[in-house]
């Protein structure tokens, strides 16, 4: 595409989220950020990126972490900081990209080619893919979607000042992955994009 576009995608865990975002991103020939943003963090700030990943998409502890004069000693917030900064630096580059999670639904909202979508899907087919990728069995599996899901809700409604995560109204498009398969669902929100923007 010619312009500027920007495609936040949120999942649920086990929803195939992030493999429709990596062919989404590869179909629409544009760049996927999410995990990989802490190796370009980790160059330009010389920090390390295995320390950086331990705090990816987590909230803030409360209790152990506080805010003086505009900076705060939490690990957690500071990631969270250095990610949208990066991000909102490449858009002001003119760069478009898919990204994966990092509130990126609340941090582009209302920015002109800004398209957010969350992926959910059929509980036992999440459980399913979560037990063959994981290699676990059925009650760890729904564990882990739980422990997942929660984790990126916190993380979500703590950093973001608007909508909360997986609320419908929050998003341009809501789809289930279970229903469509994941290459279908990736043909279905590219013409979806194509349209839109």
């Not at 478009?96 to 959910?120: N, P, Q, T, Y």
């Not at 608007?162 to 279970?178: E, V």
Request: hydrophobic share 35%.
């Amino acid at each position: 595409m010619d312009k500027q576009i920007i495609i936040s995608i949120g999942r649920q865990f086990g929803s195939a989220g992030h493999e429709i975002a990596e062919k989404l991103a590869k179909k629409l020939d544009i760049e996927l950020l999410d995990r990989n943003l802490f190796e370009e963090i980790g160059k330009t700030k010389n920090i390390d990126t295995n320390e950086l990943s331990k705090y990816d998409e987590v909230p803030r502890k409360k209790l152990f972490s506080r805010t003086v004069r505009g900076y705060s000693n939490s690990p957690e917030e500071n990631v969270a900081e250095l990610q949208i900064a990066l991000l909102k630096s490449k858009w002001a580059d003119g760069d478009s990209f898919v990204v994966v999670g990092r509130c990126a639904d609340d941090v582009f909202r209302g920015f002109d080619g800004f398209l957010s979508i969350f992926i959910v899907g059929d509980e036992c087919e999440k459980i399913k893919r979560v037990m063959e990728i994981y290699n676990v069995d059925e009650k760890k599996a729904r564990l882990k979607m739980e422990h997942h899901d929660r984790k990126r809700k916190a993380y979500h409604d703590y950093f973001c000042k608007g909508g909360k995560w997986g609320d419908c109204k929050n998003y341009d498009l809501c789809i289930n992955s279970s229903k469509l398969g994941i290459d279908n669902t990736v043909d279905y929100i590219y013409d979806y994009i194509v349209k839109y923007l």
